[in-house]
């Protein structure tokens, strides 16, 4: 399956996140002014921003956004528009506390965070896409917008949603999915521990139970829920959006978090993808000792490859500037000296032509008041904003790698059936991870590049002869029609490696009833007559 991607960059571009909302004006014009001396010409703006649009329920107001944007364009910086339901403002909360999420337990996560809002309460995505629509319709032939981004960090913080508005939800994507309590109850063998439905309002998203033992079927159904839930929430946005951008604009958003298939997100909502490129995250944070499993910097290079099966020319929305921390976690180093480059480059290397440093200037309060930007709190220049300039005169050098395609020597396949089932089964996740992080460090001390390859339901054969070996590590959950498409990348000269668990579920998480590997066993020529696991 060809992937769609309707941007690319013309050639290799960087920028920077800023929030003219936490500064002084007296500010911008120097500060933009100082991004274009180093390089910087494209900032993205607004994605926290919904009081500024809408300080009270129905009164719109973009006085704000106006004078910044008047100054953007006079400078010839250009921007990326962010839609701001990230952080829904404290009227709204107030008076709809049915858009909040909860926990499992049905707490209630209150506003003063960040995503503590829901999918799925009617209200909710009422008053988002009428916010959206404002912003858009006002500023979506604006000259100095390039580019939209929708929310941000879709599921990011939290990735599991347990409001009453869910479980409406849960019970329209299952109706629709099975059609019938009987069929329902087949598919989840609900007659373990007597767990038959019979009222569609008897089922609910998840909740607590005796040593949290969710049923795996519903488990893996409640998932795909969620990833059908985010990208209807990305669908609406970016539908508005494209009735009042200028054609030339593209509309993205920046992941990659649990639970959502980016894929779909790519094919169905977006015109290019970015990501957010945190290497530190790479040595452990939370107070943990600093480690790295013997790869340093580039283990963070995993996520990269990843980020590439879903757009192959990607963009990172904030690459990694200093040190990062929230004041209640996450505790990590700034990068040394060279090292904001080596981050940055590796990106690069992976695929990225449009970099965008995370963030201008460190916040002087709230929550992220740790993570840091280029600049720190006292504005002045510093080792890190001269790395960032002779970052750009690097990147101008590789001007025609911009658009290049990644040549790989194999690739591991994923499918995000089995994504899903491993974080519902604890047994197919310890396998899984570790034949995932052992594959990747033979690859990057090998000096072997390799790329991710999801079978999805389009999935073609081309996409899969590309490569001389294709590793599937442990495809528990099958289907004929990827056995199908293996069986032929084999006959066709392919080299298709299978770990062990292979086959032995179905669709629905079930286990078959038929020799292991079960649908691989013909294409193995293997009999498993018993196995176990040691540790």
Known sequence: MKKKQNFQWNKMTMGVCYYPEHWDKALWEADLTRMLDIGITVIRIAEFAWNKFEPEEGRFTFTFFDD??????????????????ATPPAWLTEKYPEVLNSSMEGVLYRHGGRRHYNYN????????????????????????????????????????????????????????????????????GTVF??????????????????????????????????????????????????KYKKPEDFVMTNGMFDHVD???????????????????????????????????????????????SVCPHFGIMEQQAGANGWTTRMEGPAPHPGQLTLWAMQSVAHGADFISFFRWRTCTFGTEMYWHGIL????????KLAEVKDFYKKLQT????????????????????????????VWHERIGKYSENEIFAAAEKSHTPYDVVYLQHGSELDELKRYPVLFYPHPVIANKRRVELLKLYVEQGGTLIIGCRAGYKDMNGRCVMEPQPGLFAKLTGSDIKEYTFTS
């Open 376 to 383: 720190d709190y006292d504005n002045r220049d510093n080792r």
């Open 121 to 188: 309460a009617p209200v909710y995505r009422e008053l988002s896409a009428r916010v959206v629509t404002e912003i858009a319709a006002h500023y979506g032939g604006h000259p100095a917008i390039v580019g939209w981004q929708i929310d941000n960090e879709l599921n990011c913080e939290v990735s599991e949603f347990y409001s009453d508005a869910d479980s409406e939800a849960f019970r329209v994507f299952l109706k629709e999915k099975y059609k019938t309590l009987d069929a329902l109850n087949e598919a989840w």
């Open 262 to 308: 980016n894929h779909r997100m790519m094919e169905e909502c977006l015109d290019v993808y970015m990501y957010d490129s945190y290497p530190s995250f790479a040595y452990g944070l939370d107070r943990e000792p600093l480690k790295s499993q013997d790869l340093n910097d580039r283990k963070w290079s995993k996520h990269l490859t990843e980020v590439r």
């Open 193 to 242: 521990w007597n767990q038959t439905y019979t009222q569609w309002e008897q089922i609910y998203v998840p909740r607590p139970t005796l040593s949290r033992a969710v049923n795996p079927h519903m488990h893996l159904d409640y998932y795909r829920f969620i990833s059908h839930s985010t990208l209807s929430f990305c669908s609406m946005q970016a539908e508005i959006i494209r």
């Open 398 to 425: 590789l001007e025609p790698l911009c658009g290049a395609d990644y040549v790989a020597g194999f690739a591991v396949l994923k499918d995000y059936d089995n994504v899903l089932d491993a974080e519902v089964d």
């Open 68 to 85: 910044f944007l008047e100054l953007c364009q006079g400078k010839g910086m250009k921007v990326i528009f962010g839609t701001p339901t």
